[in-house]
């Protein structure tokens, strides 16, 4: 094989490694929006979370029963055996009622701090979603950029060797040493070998995308565009500050804190409570019948726990003040991570714009090498490290785009703002409000709106069965 024949044969090879990743690309139809809205649709941490949302919702419901009337039902049956005397054997039925009258405020105050826990379950719900979209958009571009790295690899094997079978006729004819041969096997060895390494990162990544998707990918087209971003990292912390999740969270949880130090304030005022038993009992013995009606209004006040109740106050300060901390703590923590994200998206444009630039200097080192290796003035090792070098650049540029993407939605994630509804998916977002508008009122069991409530769970539960 002359020289003039292996050049056509690189240079066609050199063309396939560029190719390939262009053609792959052509053929993808699968976007991003699908992927976010399987992991919108099929997360068990959202169902997780919209289930404690639902559990939070419901102790406002029980909050606000603290001042409704309480209805006790009771009845015995009793056999009293006797040596002396017949068996007697008496029946009692009783109904009890309870009603907290004036409790120095303490059932409004936990009715508040319950919906500020509501509040702060919303948000940790929103936030828990960006990181299910955000996973999502991870799994979307690892598996894009390890498709393309796979291509790479198998276009490096294949320019290998052609590279090798022109060593091997080179050889044979006396123009190389058995060394050039020998490192181009080696090449070709260590080719094949990053090629499984790829290949195994693909099938971890599509092991990802089907977690966090919900199911196995398909095709994946790369996203079109970016999405808007802030211009300056003081404005994306602005924005950050007014609708993070997080700080939302925080801020409720500060204000549900607030309301339990009022409670426990409160807890150490007196109650009225209003009573009344309707009573009888009859006994087959005597043939006695009692009938008893009795009503009362309690006036409490309890003066001693032995310390219980000062220690329960300064407790739920405690708390207050570690609350009051952890919002300052937040608050922090995000401006931070705004800047962090502004920081990683300007670090991979530039990168790309490098990556570009030296895939573009590779690709003239390489053929520059190749064409003095046609004349003798370059050695097989020479070229061999060319064609590296112009591998190591596209691999780069690879991971650069990646890298780009990933960073922009990050930015979303450190404001706040990757959520279903601020990216206007086509899918049904999930209503907060919905089941606590059901239950706020605390409806009774066997109540109309009860019974909805029934069915509304029932239906969850074949839902999430399925």
Known sequence: MNWQKYVTSLRVASLALVGSIVVHSSVLSENLADALVGAYENSGLLEQNRALLRAADEDVAGSLTALRPILDFSTGLSRTLNNSAPDMTSRDLNLTANWLLWDNNRAELSIQAAKE????????????????????????????????????RQSNVRLLQEELRAAQDRFDVGEVTRTDVALAEARLAQARSNLATEQGNL????????AAVGREPGTL????????????????????????????????????????????????????SFQSRLSSIHSDMSQFERDNATVALNFSQRLYQGGALSSRLRRVIASRDGARANLLTVQKRIRQNVASAMVRF??????IEASERQVSAAEVAFRGVREEASLGARTTLDVLDAEQELLDAKANLIAAQSELNVASYQILVSQGSLTVANLGLGVEIYDPNAYYERVKDAPALWSERGRQLDRLLQNLDQEQGN
């Open 117 to 152: 826990t509501v509040l702060a379950t919303r948000a940790s719900l929103l936030s828990i979603e960006q990181q299910v979209l955000f996973r999502a958009v991870k799994a979307y571009m690892d598996v894009i950029r390890s498709k393309e790295f796979v291509a790479l």
């Open 203 to 210: 099938e971890n990544m599509r092991q990802e995308y089907r």
């Open 221 to 272: 087209r790369p996203p079109p565009s970016l999405p808007a971003r802030p211009t300056s990292i003081a404005d994306a912390q602005s924005v950050a500050v007014r609708s993070h999740p997080d700080i939302q969270m925080a801020q409720h949880q500060l204000a549900a804190a607030e309301k339990s130090v009022h409670f426990a304030r409160a807890s150490l005022g007196p109650t009225l």
């Open 346 to 351: 300007n670090v991979a444009e530039a990168n």
